[in-house]
Structures are given as structure tokens and as C-alpha cells.
């Protein structure tokens, strides 16, 4: 089953229990850094039993054909497990796939290069292919040996913006765990200088709102604050572009949950992330908290407002 980076978000849209229980088997791996260890940790608090670092030929001997667990098993295994090799892995699963009862499935996570050599610079935790190179070239190698794995994954998850309560979230309701709330939906303000987000299933561009950057007076305020939103708000065409955005998402809402999708991720951007799309959003989340979603306010790139500016 080939799947490119493009498809990385289908794939975090997965139905709640599209998971296979018939094994209770998860194989969580991916790049370093990228939040293996958070996801084996969340699963853990699911009721998995969590195994981190198994070595590779001991990975089928844990899970033999006729594995039936009372609970579901999580193993993580990357490129620093003992006697790991791309190829023998992939040959692992596949023949693991193929095992009459045996239905495994494989988490991928990544993040982007940069968000990557970000994390390590600031824990300053070597990376395990940095001995005789840089790091950002230690990176990008790893990408390149795990991407024939990641080809393969059921699952890939990009953790570059990604806070772990919007892990646990995803995962939550990949394995359809606890109450079945529905749909919940992302709305997230972003910066377009600082790219779309990976994970936006729609995007909106509202750099053609008027700008309260500049305003003087309004320059270091954010979206959250009442002042910026009145200033957005005398844009002639602000009404009549809320009026339409809100009569276009309103019927395409539940036909999204009713194509089987267990979250729904919907991006502002404008040009800094910090004036109009912050605003935008704020309304937009609470419109449609109020037709009864499970909604989640965040904002990607908002910078912190001065205190002085309340």
C-alpha cells in the first residue's frame, strides 16, 4: 500500500476503529525526534501494553500467528532499535500482515527537517546518524532510509505544529477510544510566511481584509483582542465574506463526519499570523461550536501580546 507525503493527512483522517482489533497489534516508529516515544506514551495511558526499543528479531517471536491479547500491544522501533534494517522490517510486517489472524498496524511520525533540528539543538540530544555528519544532513538521511517504511504505514502522523494534546486527540479517536463525540474540528490561524499547515484539510486566505498591522496603535495586538477585531470588522467586504464562509462550511460540515472522518482541520492564514486570521478564527470556532461540534481553537503563529496592550 504506497502512500506519499501528500497523503499523510487521508491517512490522520482514518475513520475511529478503522484499527483491526483482531491482533491488538500497533507498530509505532518513524524519524527521530518526531514523537515516538509521546505516541507509545499515549497509547499506554489507552491501555496498551507499550514496548519501546524491542529488537528487531524479536519482534515476531512477541507476536506469533495465533496472538489473540486480552489487551492490545503497542511496540516502538526505530532506526536506533538493535539490528534494525529498512529492509528486514518491511519484510517483517509484511509477512506479519500476511499471518492468518495477525492484522498489525503501522504508525508513522514525522516532521519537517527544520522542526526537527529545532528539537535537538534545544534538548541537546545528539542525533543517532550525527557522528560523522551535521546534523541537518543527519536528518535528512534518516528520511531517506525510513521513507521505504514509510511508504508502508497505515498511519502517518506530521507532529512539525502539532501540540501533544492534538496527538492524543488524533489518536483517540483513531482507536475510538472513549465516548464517540463525533467529528471534532480544528480551527487553526496560521502565518502564509511561515507555510500552510501540513495537516489543514481546508485553507482560507483572508490577506485581503484590511491589515491592522498598519495601525499604530495596533500593531503588537493580536486577533484576541477586541480592538484589532473592530478594526477588521469595517472592512466593507468583512460581512458579506463571514456571511458566505459560514453558508459554504454549514452544509459540507456533516458530510465530512458522515464520510467517516474522526477530525477535521480547518486553517486561517494571513500574511503574520497574528491580526486578521487570529480573528477569523476566534469567530469561526465559535460558530461552529454553536451548531454543535467538538471544536478546538488554536493558533499556530500568534505572537504574545503585551500586557500593556490589553
Known amino acids: ?72 500491544i503497542a511496540i516502538g522501533l526505530d532506526i536506533r532499535t538493535r539490528d534494525f534494517g529498512v529492509d528486514q522490517f518491511v519484510e517483517i510486517v509484511e509477512r506479519l500482515r500476511k499471518q492468518t489472524g495477525m492484522v498489525p498496524m503501522m504508525i508513522y511520525v514525522d516532521a519537517e527537517t527544520s522542526v526537527l533540528q529545532r528539537r535537538f539543538t534545544e534538548t541537546r540530544r545528539p542525533h543517532p546518524l550525527s557522528h560523522d555528519r551535521p546534523l541537518v544532513d543527519a536528518i535528512e538521511h534518516e528520511k531517506r532510509l525510513m521513507a521505504p517504511i514509510a511508504a508502508t504505514a497505515d498511519m502517518r502522523i506530521d507532529t512539525s505544529r502539532m501540540k501533544s494534546a492534538e496527538l492524543r486527540k488524533i489518536l483517540q479517536d483513531q482507536f475510538d477510544i472513549g465516548e464517540n463525540e463525533g467529528m471534532a474540528i480544528f480551527v487553526k490561524s496560521f502565518s502564509f510566511r511561515q507555510g500552510v499547515p501540513a495537516e489543514a484539510d481546508l485553507v482560507f486566505d483572508v490577506r485581503f481584509l484590511r491589515n491592522p498591522h498598519y495601525d499604530p496603535e495596533l500593531r503588537l495586538l493580536t486577533g484576541m483582542n477586541d480592538r484589532v477585531g473592530k478594526y477588521i470588522e469595517e472592512d466593507p467586504d468583512f460581512s458579506g465574506f463571514v456571511t458566505r464562509l459560514k453558508a459554504m462550511l454549514e452544509p459540507i460540515l456533516p458530510r465530512y463526519a458522515q464520510e467517516g472522518k474522526s477530525y477535521l482541520t480547518i486553517a486561517i492564514g494571513c500574511t503574520g499570523g497574528q491580526h486578521r486570521s487570529v480573528y477569523i478564527a476566534r469567530i469561526l470556532n465559535d460558530w461552529i461550536a454553536d451548531l454543535g461540534y467538538d471544536t478546538h481553537l488554536g493558533h499556530r503563529d500568534k505572537p504574545d501580546e503585551p500586557a500593556s496592550g490589553e
Open 1 to 72: 500500500m504506497q502512500k506519499t507525503s501528500d497523503q499523510s493527512r487521508d491517512d490522520q483522517n482514518a475513520a475511529p476503529g478503522s484499527f483491526d482489533g483482531k491482533s491488538g497489534l500497533v507498530l509505532v516508529t518513524g524519524v527521530s525526534g518526531a514523537g515516538r516515544t509521546t505516541t507509545l506514551k499515549i497509547l499506554e495511558d489507552f491501555g496498551f501494553d507499550a514496548v519501546d526499543n524491542l529488537p528487531l528479531r524479536m519482534l515476531s517471536a512477541l507476536v506469533p500467528s495465533d496472538c489473540h491479547p486480552d489487551r492490545p
